[in-house]
């Protein structure tokens, strides 16, 4: 008896499966960009860039690959430490101690100015700002949770300002202008004192209310763990200050977290050196083109204090610094105006997108009455701090 033969049936795929399968896309799409749209700029008009600027050798001197390790190195310990529990653990020591609204408002700000000085303002946000909706919502004072959200982003901003890998911007400027490490905080030392009595002087805004924190952040650390994170730490520190070179903290440091916590590895923050790469390739670009180099010279040459800071509120503090870099050696007037420069508008900084997301994810329907407070706040810091630098230089 012969069988015939049969072909197995290929799955049919149907319109609305393809919807679907374009919807789900779609959405991850949208959600990338709206985590990263500073990136997504970036990259858009570094691409457009090349149109202008024709592809060639010269594009690899673009790169600053000494700041690119040195972020991705300190991110990734960063990340390490962050998986343990470790900076949580050391936080929860102090907001333990606060007896008050206003007490707890004022160590979740210091916690949060502390860590961006060792941490860098995104990682100093990402990490703290968890902890303070924990602990406001583990007492009920959500109520609170704007401003002292708002606190905190001014002091990650602010904090970051006086060592060399507090902010990213300060990192590439330390790095590209050779600066010396004590005239580096000599120049921040004065701003850095005065943002320190301005956002003390802001939690007196919150009221004294008693309150009591329960046992919900509870956190566990590994102290073996803790330890040799923190000696890498170190070590990626030491190529910050030019004592080991990039090239060996780069191996070291990613085959010992690979082999510790690959996880961390993954959480690196990669849209931010992406976001570097991006815009080393647009301001090296932007500087080999004419009449766009003879304006920023120009407007630089008038005033590099108040360009920095104005273009660090239409394009952020990062990507002002790479390319007004490329027009002007005095870095002493970039340096203050990128940092300043990170308060004002809420793309001035990403630390600031990065509470802003962090506050709309917890708070539903408040939106404009935060930016209202975010931008009254904000600016006034900007604005005393402005006065403060130009009767410096």
Known sequence: MNRQHVAPRRPQLHLHDVLHAIGIAGGAIAEFI?????????????????????????YLGYFDFKTLTCLFCTLAVICALKNIRFFTI??????????????????LVYITFIGSMFLANDMALLTFLPLGYIS??????EKYMAPIFIFQ?????????????????????????????????????????????????????IPKESLELDGKIEVVASKKKAIFYLILFAFAILTVFRIVPYYICLPVTVIAVFFTD???????????????????L???????????????????????????????????????????????TNYKDLLLGVNIGGVGTLISSLASLITFREYTSHVKGKTVQYIGMFSAFNFGFLIVLTVFAMLLI
């Open 34 to 58: 709206k985590k990263n749209t500073v990136l997504v700029i970036a990259a858009v008009l570094a691409f457009a860039s090349c149109f202008i600027v024709k592809p060639d050798a010269e």
């Open 90 to 107: 050391t936080a929860k020591k102090i907001v333990k101690c606060a007896g008050n609204t206003r007490t707890l408002a004022l160590a």
């Open 136 to 141: 406001l919502s583990a007492t009920g004072k």
């Open 153 to 205: 982003n001014i002091a990650a901003n602010l904090g970051g300002m006086l060592t060399p890998f507090g902010n990213p911007q300060n990192l590439y400027i330390y790095t590209k202008f050779n600066v010396p490490t004590m005239e580096f905080m000599s120049i921040m030392a004065l701003p850095f004192i005065l943002s320190i009595v301005l956002f003390t002087l802001c939690c007196f805004f």
């Open 262 to 280: 690959r996880d961390a590895l993954k959480k690196v923050d990669y849209p931010l050196l992406l976001t570097f790469v991006c815009f080393f």
């Open 282 to 328: 647009l301001a090296g670009n932007v500087s080999r083109i004419g009449a766009v180099n003879d304006f920023f010279s120009w407007l630089l040459q008038k005033n590099t204090l108040l360009t920095a800071i104005g273009s660090c509120q239409v394009i952020s503090n990062v990507p002002s610094a790479i390319l007004l870099s490329e027009f002007t």
